[in-house]
């Protein structure tokens, strides 16, 4: 196949099953997030650039190696969304929507990496954020949301990292001290450390660098200096987790790449996704609504990767997969009433097919697995006779006789209903 006919490197393509795994993922995390009091917030695909360079951080790598920026026909910077965070508080400052609140989202972001297992360049977010609620046990709530998203999903492997990064008051001393030792080791650090040293020298936590990784591991942990009052708001955190039975790991040097944050850092990874093991991440963001000019609101959220959520799931089982009923006519004079039931199966919501074109039964039967149907219900002469149809379970291979006035209810049953 031509070039032109192949998707761009990084982009996938859902088709069934897994566009049928996708939805249900979303779903749970619609459900999840909706019990827990969010409502929806859909925001568009692209934002002026500026948005990204002012919150997401001129210093993180998302935003100056990852952005798909562009000028439009009018000469405007604007990029693809790497990320839900920046455009959501855009979206309720611009809309002056209440405060405080309680939104989720669904959908792509863009990011130009390197491609791999997990790491697509067109990915799916599920996020949520919070904006106008202080209090640790919103930080609880929240990782909490995420945590039951993953364990509904019956990905068991999973662990939550947890950290503090404080506040303006603890922050300014940390990074002084953090320079201090990082400048005693200029020499070992590769250069981009070097210029996060300068910069943002937070950062260099990030660093995948072997030396560096050698050198910081000696360095001062940004959650190893903070002021008593963040030190009491992440003890708080981290008894009610206790409290609730959440288990988690303590992790002094979890910085996340975004700049926005502050206090409570978090993310949950998995020991299935190799390299790029993070499940999904999130945290405080108490002075992003003051710096995009709105009032002194604190803020915090988390987005889960829709991509690695899938890659971490157990393998569908089959009766998870097979969802539709077949309709198997024995004979050409037997259509209409094959039509007739497989009118009543779509009218009571069971999803239902019919194979116009095979003649043959053995076709039909074959059409029903390709069609990935759970069961083929059976209209023969000597059945309709006696008022009864045969419903044959494909996943079992069990085989009865079910009277015309059962047959949809036992067809539901057997196939679930539409999601
Ligand atoms: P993030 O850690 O940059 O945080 O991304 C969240 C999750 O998105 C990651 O943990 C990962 O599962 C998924 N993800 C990121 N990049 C890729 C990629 N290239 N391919 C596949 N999956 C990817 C944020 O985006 C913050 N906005 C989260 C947040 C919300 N913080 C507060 N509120």
Redesign the pocket.
């Given at each position: 196949m031509s070039a032109r006919h192949s998707r761009p490197k990084g982009t996938q393509d859902f088709l069934p099953p897994d566009s049928g795994r996708k939805r249900r993922v979303e779903e749970v995390f619609r459900r999840l997030a909706e019990n827990a009091g969010f409502q929806e917030v859909v925001i568009p695909t692209f934002e002026h650039l500026e948005l990204y360079v002012k919150s997401s951080g001129d210093t993180s790598d998302?935003v100056t190696k990852e952005m798909y920026s562009f000028k439009d026909r009018a000469g405007r910077d604007l990029t693809l969304r790497p990320?839900?965070?920046p455009g959501v508080v855009r979206a309720v400052l611009e809309n002056r929507y209440r405060m405080p609140c309680r939104l989720y989202y669904a959908g792509p972001?863009f990011?130009y990496?390197r491609p791999q297992r997990?790491?697509?360049?067109e990915?799916n977010?599920l996020?949520v954020?919070v904006l106008g609620e202080a209090s640790p046990r919103t930080d609880v709530e929240v990782i909490r949301l995420g945590d039951q998203f993953f364990a509904e999903l019956g990905i068991s492997d999973r662990t939550i990292q947890l950290n503090s990064i404080g506040c303006r008051n603890c922050r300014p001393d940390y990074r002084a001290k953090l320079v201090s030792f990082l400048a005693g080791h200029r020499t070992e650090l590769c250069d981009e450390c070097r210029v996060r040293l300068e910069r943002n020298p937070m950062r260099a936590f990030d660093c995948k660098n072997a030396d560096c990784q050698s050198v910081l591991a000696g360095a001062p942990a940004p959650g190893g200096n903070l002021c008593p009052e963040c030190e009491g708001l992440l003890r708080l955190v981290r008894q009610d987790l206790e409290g609730q039975g959440v288990a988690y790991t303590l992790n002094d040097r979890l910085v996340?790449?975004?700049d926005y944050y502050n206090r409570t850092t978090f993310?949950y990874t998995s020991g299935k996704l190799g390299a790029?093991d993070?499940?999904?991440?999130?945290?405080r963001?108490d002075y992003l609504v003051e710096e995009f000019g709105g009032p002194s609101v604190p803020g915090?959220?988390?987005?889960?990767?829709l991509?690695?959520t899938m890659l971490a799931m157990p393998a569908s089982t089959p009766e998870e997969r097979r969802k539709s009923a077949y309709v198997v006519w024995l004979s050409e004079g037997l259509l209409d009433e094959a039509r007739k039931l497989l009118e009543r199966l779509r009218t009571a919501g069971v999803p239902a097919q019919i194979d116009y074109d095979a003649r043959r039964v053995k076709h039909q039967f074959k059409s029903a697995d390709t069609a990935s149907a759970r069961c083929c219900v059976v209209v023969g002469e000597d059945e309709l006779a006696k008022g009864v149809y045969s419903l044959k379970d494909l996943v079992t291979g069990e085989q009865t006789e079910v009277s015309s006035g059962e047959i949809v209810e036992r067809v539901r049953r057997l196939v679930g209903t539409r999601i």
């Open positions: 998302i990320e839900g965070t972001c990011r990496g997990g790491r697509f360049r990915f977010q996020g954020e996340r790449g975004l993310e790029q993070s499940l999904g991440g999130g945290g963001y915090i959220g988390f987005a889960l990767g991509e690695r």
